[in-house]
């Protein structure tokens, strides 16, 4: 099982709150379900999703949601909206949960970028017991990258390079350009929660490699795409252990081979880049 992130109410509203990342959601959902459609909605914090299912048309959620809290507030939304006899909120662990039938479309944005932190492919795995041949997922697909940078090692004059940030708060220059390193399609079939991917990258300038970015994006739908917002998919850079230092212009446009290795859901001090 994943690392199971526990996000305060604050994050979650934040989620909420993130206009472009609810829209677009808003708009695959709409573009998806169809009346009388039983959903299945993991991870619900306020349920946002699964009241945009019932406002497209569909007979029922189920909402899976692991904080009390936020199962209250759920409820209290359904009730506000006059969704109550529509809703049913199931307070668990979306990795192990059960629900008492097989559902029509399945929605889960349990999205971090890398799929670190969160259990979006744990939670799928388990809950796929109760979609059909003919279920709708939402996200249907995920996609991340990876390129090699040299990075700022220190902040307000301190070291900092042990652990992950967000890219746009360290200054870096890319070492190399950014590849595909991890597709993931939902369709039915169990997924792999191991990573692991070993290439070669083709290296810009001489620097220093020691760091990684890793940006990813999501097909809602066959034509809705989810790529960074003010909350979602924020590029994510992890300082490597190794460093690589490029120190002669021959070597460049050479390949640098990498390799990067994690399950879905860790957290980033537990990824494993190596390069040499």
């Not at 959601?25 to 945009?52: H, N, Q, R, Y």
């Not at 970028?113 to 979609?131: C, H, V, W």
Request: net charge negative; charged share 25%.
């Amino acid at each position: 099982m994943g690392n199971q992130v526990s996000f305060t109410p604050y994050e979650i509203k934040d989620c909420l709150m993130d206009v472009e990342r609810t829209e677009n959601l808003k708009a695959a959902i709409f573009a998806t379900v169809k009346s009388g459609d039983v959903i299945l909605e993991a991870g619900g914090g306020t349920g946002i999703l699964s009241f945009f299912a019932l406002q497209a048309g569909a007979k029922h959620a189920y909402i899976i949601e692991l904080s009390p809290r936020f199962c209250d507030v759920i409820r209290d939304i359904a009730a506000m909206n006059g969704f109550e006899d529509k809703v049913t909120v199931i307070c668990g662990d979306a990795t192990y949960t059960d629900i008492p039938l097989r559902v029509d479309v399945y929605i889960a944005e349990l999205l971090c970028t890398g799929l670190f932190n969160e259990p979006q492919i744990q939670a799928y795995n388990n809950l796929r017991r109760f979609t059909k041949s003919t279920t709708k997922y939402i996200p249907t697909s995920i996609e991340s990258q990876i390129k090699f940078v040299e990075a700022d090692t220190r902040k307000y004059g301190l070291r900092i390079d042990c652990d992950s940030y967000l890219a746009e708060d360290i200054s870096h220059t890319d070492m190399t350009e950014s590849q595909t390193y991890m597709t993931i399609k939902f369709d039915g079939k169990e997924i792999k929660e191991l990573i692991n991917y070993e290439s070669a990258a083709l290296l810009l300038q001489p620097g220093e490699v020691n760091a990684a970015v890793i940006s990813t994006t999501a097909m809602l739908n066959k034509t809705i795409k989810a790529e960074k917002t003010k909350f979602l998919f924020n590029p994510e850079l992890i300082f490597l252990d190794i460093y690589k230092i490029i120190d002669n212009t021959n070597n460049l446009y050479e390949p640098m081979d990498f390799q990067i290795n994690y399950n879905c859901g860790c957290d980033t001090k537990d990824i494993d880049i190596n390069v040499w």
